[in-house]
């Protein structure tokens, strides 16, 4: 996760996007649903673009098995509202992923 963050931070969607398996969905509460990486990429390039910065996810609960992880978080981000308002958005991530030892 913290490799995730770090990679948003510096602004690389593209690297951000490949985090992600190829069938990979992304569920953002504010868009329908988005699948693959290309999507994610391009989702990812939207909010870095409107100045998304400071990303951190904030584990809850991680739970793995053999090949899947399975993990929900906190996650935040310091960007401006509709108003040009510095704010921090919120909000919580559940993501379902195979282990690093079977991705391989």
Known sequence: MRHGDATFNQGDAKTVASLYIDDAMLLPP????????????????????????DHTLQPIRIVEDD????????????????????????????MCSRSRTTAA
């Open 30 to 53: 504010t868009h329908d649903v988005i699948e693959g990486t290309a999507g994610i990429e391009q989702f990812f390039t939207g909010v870095i673009g409107s100045g998304a910065t």
């Open 67 to 94: 090949d899947t992880v399975v993990a929900a978080a906190r996650w935040t981000a310091k960007g401006k509202d509709q108003d040009g308002v510095a704010t921090t958005f919120q909000g919580m991530a559940t």
